[in-house]
C-alpha cells in the first residue's frame, strides 16, 4: 500500500479499512444466514428466492481487488474480496422488467440503494472472504455485498439479500441526506449534489 494508485478527491490513505457500522455487530449462531431476493411492491411484491450461506458457497466464486471508499474521507485500497459475482445472483434470480435498481438489505433493518449497472459490474460481489480469511464479524461476517467502485456505504454488511426496485426509493443513509449514486470519484456524498 504504497499510496501510488490514485484516490478519489477528498481521500486519504489508511492501511486497512476502519470499523464502521450501524448498530451492533450480529451474533451468528447456529441458525442458517440466509439471504432473500425479491421484487417490490410497485413490480408485483413477489419473492423470488432465498440462500443460505451454504447455498452461496455452492455458486460461482470469484476473487476481486478492491477499495474501500468511506465518505468520511478514507480510503483502503487492493483489497483482497472472495465471494460470488453479484451478476451470478442477477442471473439466479432475474430483475422484472423496468427494474431501475435495488434496495440492498443488512442485518438491523439496514438498507442502500445500488443501481442495477452498479451491481452488475465485474467487481461488484457478495463476499465471505478477505485478505484470505472468512470475513472477520466486524466486516460482515458471514456475508457482506461489496462495491468497490462506490462509497462504501453501499457495501452492506451483513447482507440479507436486495429487492428489485421498479421506481427508485432511498436507503438507510441516502434518507438521512446522503448521495443517492455514491460515486467517490464524482464526490457524490450527499443529496443535495443530486
Not at 64 to 88: E, F, I, K, M, R
Request: proline share 9%; with cysteine.
Amino acid at each position: 500500500m504504497d499510496g501510488s494508485t490514485p484516490l478519489p478527491p477528498g481521500q486519504h490513505l489508511v492501511s486497512a479499512p476502519k470499523v464502521r457500522h450501524y448498530g451492533p455487530v450480529p451474533r451468528v449462531g447456529s441458525r442458517p444466514w440466509s439471504m432473500i431476493f425479491s421484487v417490490d411492491q410497485a413490480g408485483g411484491g413477489e419473492t423470488l428466492g432465498r440462500l443460505t450461506v451454504a447455498e452461496l458457497a455452492e455458486l460461482e466464486r470469484a476473487d476481486v481487488d478492491g477499495d474501500l471508499h468511506c465518505a468520511s474521507g478514507w480510503s483502503a485500497q487492493n483489497l483482497a474480496w472472495s465471494g460470488v459475482p453479484t451478476s451470478v445472483l442477477v442471473d439466479r434470480f432475474p430483475p422484472p422488467r423496468g427494474t431501475v435498481g435495488v434496495l440492498v438489505y443488512g442485518e438491523y433493518g439496514y438498507s442502500a440503494n445500488v443501481r442495477l449497472e452498479d451491481l452488475l459490474r465485474p467487481s461488484s460481489l457478495v463476499a465471505t472472504g478477505l485478505d484470505g480469511r472468512p470475513l472477520a464479524p466486524e466486516h460482515g461476517f458471514p456475508v457482506r455485498l461489496v462495491v468497490p467502485h462506490l462509497y462504501s456505504w453501499k457495501s452492506a454488511k451483513w447482507f440479507r439479500g436486495w429487492e428489485y426496485l421498479t421506481a427508485q426509493r432511498r436507503g438507510f443513509w441516502e434518507e438521512r441526506g446522503y448521495h443517492l449514486h455514491g460515486d467517490p470519484w464524482a464526490e457524490e456524498r450527499y443529496s443535495y449534489l443530486e
